[in-house]
């Protein structure tokens, strides 16, 4: 079973965390969301999530890939935390997936994962990544490196994730169960 780390700070976006965990947990994707402090998690419009573990407490090495939902100041406080740059690092090391949406880009471009790499990132951002290969699509797959726009694509992010890890037959029947359009990166 493939497994994924949904990282978590206080102000991240809620519509793109819950989005993809529901997304992958519903194609059978072992997720753990991890945060990065002990207990509930207050995202930037005032839901709350309990977190499965803390960062603290999960390894690299267990994951196939890493998440990384925007959202602000979540953002910030990811790109500010050495565990995550740390964390996205040795994903990034190891061949695996890094991951991110909205403002969350510039954290792989702080871990430098996103060097050389197409990206795209919430348009409030994109001047911070505009040294790198910038693009608009909705969804940008450059290997093994996944960015999307914002809360706006978080479905199209999910089921693109479902398709790397499950394959594309999964991520169309999970889109056909949700009635979402859906329409592959690759």
């Not at 977190?51 to 602000?72: K, S």
């Not at 951002?125 to 999307?148: A, F």
Request: net charge negative.
């Amino acid at each position: 079973m493939k497994s994924v780390a949904v990282l978590l700070a206080p102000g991240f976006e809620e519509i793109e965390a819950v989005t993809v965990i529901d997304v992958l947990r519903r194609a059978e994707v072992r997720v753990t969301v991890a945060g990065l402090r002990e207990g509930e998690i207050t995202g930037s419009h005032d839901i709350t999530v309990r977190p499965d573990r803390t960062l603290d407490q999960i390894r690299p090495e267990e994951f196939d890939m890493v998440v990384l939902p925007g959202g602000l100041p979540g953002t910030d406080h990811l790109r500010e935390d050495p565990r995550v740059v740390a964390f996205v690092q040795e994903m990034a090391r190891a061949g695996k997936y890094t991951c991110a949406i909205c403002a969350a880009p510039t954290v792989l471009k702080a871990a430098g994962v996103a060097t050389g790499k197409a990206v795209t990132s919430h348009p409030v951002v994109g001047e911070d990544l505009k040294d790198l290969d910038y693009r608009e699509d909705r969804v940008v797959v450059d290997g093994p490196v996944v960015t999307s726009r914002g809360a706006g694509t978080a479905m199209e992010f999910a089921l693109e994730l479902v398709r790397i890890l499950a394959g594309p037959e999964k991520a169309d029947l999970i889109a056909g169960m949700m009635f979402a359009e859906y329409a592959p990166s690759s």
